[in-house]
């Protein structure tokens, strides 16, 4: 029986070959595009899980408030993990890291000298907390000297070759001499931190004062602990407001902020933080998560859709054959069995030319997402088991109506010929289907438009600054910061060279938080820049009160202070006001703060993406802080303009290797999942349109092989191929238009919920909703009128002959 079962559903899909081929690559695209998807979340969710006690480990954030707004932090201070350890039995181990992420450091063995971004200072109990894998070197003493580091293998053999690195030396940044005391595992993609030298915690006694170590206001450490087995972190989590309130509030309530502590599971860092500030692990976002989880689905659904469609359309056409199967004794069960077998059929082939595309595109997926996919079905059968599995029950699910329906039909009536022709228009069930699918496809249109525009938005909107033809050189060593003047003086030397300034704080990069107050009041949080005379001129930067830095000025060295428009209305004033107000900066938490007057007003500006609102900043000069040049250009011929900049630093700094990058280029970066999202929503918007007019052609083309009588005799009688095209997409249009309807809302909660995570935002025109509709309404009548101006373009005798 099986096997009568198996010869039908092959003569069937070979006999049917337009019905077939819909079919299987409609099933395939879907299902290649779910398993595409599944993949990439699969991966996302893998973060921090292989970590030995990932599942009683968590990191320390806080939730800081001030002025009644409220920010999450990652970097907390340096006490609080010892202290949560001290205190409370349940704490069973607690870790520190200092990251040196704020700019790069300059790592030296011999002529081998690169700029390293990933440099942590950890203490030892950092082998517990992660998997961290030892080549050579003792996890027990690794850390435990000052100046000690551990490093990747990578950076093994980057620096040393094939050669022992163990007790051998690397010089960081010109003047710290390290000796590395082991080597590690690359730690892999699934760590939400990217480590490459882990430098012994203790080091920092040499540069930290001991005081300092001891602040609650002063938030530069990512703190860990370890949960003791049988521990519930919801009741720990109730402990910790009134141990901050403890510890933490007498020294921030002269500061004008406060800050309550939060657990926030390892597993959980890699997509719940997107919006952390001053956290520099590896960020996804669960909510893209969840959008291309529900786009895999709404796919799959559209390529089922389809094969519901097909099949029930088909019922005419096969009602005969199904006629004399119940007239010589087959059941309803049986036939049951035959069209769900050939559903099954269906889905298995829709699998294989599944898991060919997923091999097909992975390699350009990998690449477009940063990751390193792959199905591996060689060496894992249960996967390819998993697979078959799953068409087979797509297969199943999707067929079971068009069997269900087909085997319901009355052999009498059958036989009459009463289902034998086309009925007017669809039934029911069928336009249903068909409006689910272009809705899905049309919301996923107004997403690919919404994205897009915010990402124009982005590009386009104003800054505040000119980040055009401007080139950001990092300062590396003190000796850079003392030679400022000298090294600024050089590179104006050539004519295409327009200004040039020094700073820590370019757009787009880290920017130090800080303190700013009026004499005898409470703090303030700010952006602090620092910077020299010409940092408003380079950037083109708006005075809008006041004036700008003046060597002239002898006072504006070291006791003048700039601030942006929000600063000032926070203090109160107007831009006018605040010129000649004093104000005082805390200088990073140093024992004296620098004091000053307001000689200036500038235009806010941004200096991080629109997710975030411009915050309150202040402009200073203060050399010895100083990190990057940031160099103004001419347009025309800009690699000679770099080669000079290259020559300069060979000239001025030997020591340091030469480094650039374009301000506009790392503003765009600031997008980057953004881009990505784009690109999937046109990438998975393509494909869900492609699919469900895979189904209008099927559809179109059966509806035209059933109405060939009907469009013979009216051709015959003067109907003009408009007439017929009009016939044939009245039905389809009605559906498309209902389908839009049924989209715009959902599609409007969706992106403006999404558009939420932006401060600054386009607005959903109406527009967008009407392309997005008359895009699906124009693609859906071409895929019928080319059917329908075949059928009119037909001999009208050969179609007079039909049947």
């Known amino acids: 029986m099986f096997k009568n079962y198996l010869k039908i559903a092959f003569r069937n899909i070979v006999k049917s070959k337009v019905f077939s081929f819909v079919n299987i690559a409609g099933l395939a695209i879907g299902m290649s595009c779910c398993i595409l998807i599944l993949l990439f979340v699969k991966d996302e969710l893998r973060f921090d899980r292989h970590h030995p006690n990932a599942e009683r480990t968590y990191r320390i954030i806080n939730t800081r408030h001030a002025d009644g707004k409220a920010s999450k932090v990652a970097l907390t201070p340096p006490p609080l993990g010892p202290t949560l350890e001290s205190t409370f039995p349940e704490v069973k181990e607690s870790l520190r890291l200092f990251p040196l992420r704020f700019e790069k450091s300059l790592m030296a063995h011999g002529e081998n000298k690169y700029f390293e971004e990933y440099i942590y200072l950890a203490e030892p109990s950092i082998f517990d907390f992660f998997h961290l894998p030892f080549v050579a070197g003792n996890p027990a003493t690794a850390l435990s000297e000052p100046n000690a580091v551990v490093i990747t293998e990578d950076i093994a053999h980057k620096y040393f070759g094939e ?44 540069f930290i004062p001991q005081e300092r170590m001891q602040s609650w206001v002063w ?9 003791s087995e049988g521990s519930d972190p919801e009741l720990f989590q109730a402990k910790l407001p009134d141990f901050i309130a403890k510890h933490a509030d007498p020294q921030t309530k002269a500061t004008g902020f406060w800050y309550r502590s939060q657990l926030q599971p390892v597993t959980d860092i890699h997509l719940h933080s997107a919006n952390f500030r001053f956290d520099f692990s590896e960020k996804g976002d669960i909510t893209y998560a969840y959008a291309f989880s529900i786009i895999a689905v709404f796919i799959l659904l559209i390529a089922c859709i389809n094969f519901m469609n097909l099949s029930t359309a088909r019922s005419a056409k096969r009602a005969k054959e199904v006629g004399m199967r119940k007239v010589i004794g087959a059941q309803r069960r049986q036939l049951i069995r035959q069209f769900l077998g050939e559903s099954a059929l269906t889905g298995i082939l829709a ?23 792959a199905l591996n079905l060689e060496t894992n059968l249960a996967v390819l088991l998993a697979l078959l599995g799953f068409g087979l029950a797509v297969g199943v699910l999707a067929g079971s109506y068009p069997a269900f329906f087909m085997s319901a039909f009355r052999p009498l009536n059958i036989l009459k010929g009463e289902l034998a022709t086309y009925k007017k228009g669809f039934p029911l069930l069928r336009k249903i289907l068909v409006v689910f699918q272009f809705a899905i496809s049309i919301v996923l249109i107004v997403g690919t438009l919404v994205v897009f525009r915010q990402l124009d938005f982005a590009r386009n909107k104003k800054l505040g600054f000119e980040e055009e033809q401007v080139v950001v050189l990092p300062m590396r060593g003190r000796e850079m910061r003392r030679d400022y003047e000298t090294i600024k003086s050089e590179l104006l030397q050539n004519p295409k060279v327009v200004s040039v300034t020094a700073c820590y704080g370019v757009p787009g990069g880290v920017v130090a938080g800080d303190d700013i107050r009026l004499p005898g009041q409470n703090n303030r ?86 997710h975030e609102e411009i915050l309150p900043t202040v402009i200073h000069i203060y050399p010895s802080a100083f990190s990057s040049f940031v160099v103004r250009i001419r347009p025309e011929n800009v690699a000679s303009t770099l080669d000079f900049f290259q020559q300069k630093w060979q000239e001025l700094a030997p020591t340091w290797p030469f480094e650039y990058e374009f301000l506009d280029q790392s503003l765009d970066q600031l997008y980057k999942s953004e881009q990505k999202l784009a690109q999937i ?18 559809l179109a083309s059966y509806m035209a092989e059933q109405r060939t009588k009907e469009v013979g005799i009216r051709t015959v009688l003067g109907a003009t191929v408009s007439s017929i095209v009009k016939l044939f997409s009245t039905d389809f249009v009605k559906l498309v238009l209902i389908a839009n309807l049924l989209a715009w809302p959902v599609a409007y909660y969706f992106m403006n919920r999404w558009l939420e995570n932006f401060a600054y935002r386009v607005d959903i025109a109406w527009w967008v909703f009407v392309l997005a509709g008359a895009l699906a309404l124009i693609i859906a009548l071409v895929t019928v009128s080319a059917q329908a101006i075949r059928a009119a373009l037909a001999n009208p005798v050969d179609s007079l002959r039909y049947e």
């Open 163 to 206: 050669d022992d690195p163990v007790g051998k030396r690397l010089t960081m940044s010109n003047q710290i001499e390290l000796q590395v005391t082991a080597v590690i595992e690359n730690p892999g993609e699934h760590f939400h931190l990217k480590m490459d030298f882990i430098i012994s915690f203790i080091t920092l006694k040499d």
């Open 525 to 610: 949080p700010a952006n602090v820049i620092v910077a020299d005379h010409d940092y408003l001129e380079t950037l083109g930067m708006q005075v809008i009160a006041g004036r700008d830095f003046s060597k002239d000025f002898r006072t504006d060295a070291g006791g003048a202070f700039i601030l942006n428009e929000t600063l000032a209305k926070e203090f109160g004033w107007s831009p006018e006001e605040a010129v000649g107000k004093k104000v005082e900066w805390d200088k990073w938490g140093q024992e004296t703060s620098k004091k000053g007057k307001v000689i200036g007003v500038v235009t806010d500006f941004h200096l991080r993406s629109l």
């Open 219 to 227: 938030q530069q450490f990512y703190n860990y602990i370890m949960l």
């Open 351 to 373: 699998v294989f030319l599944a898991i060919g595309l997923v091999e097909l595109v992975l390699p350009t997926f990998n690449t477009f997402s940063s990751k390193h996919l």
């Open 681 to 698: 929503f046109g990438l998975f918007s393509f494909l869900s349109i492609f699919i469900a007019c895979l189904g209008l052609f099927g």
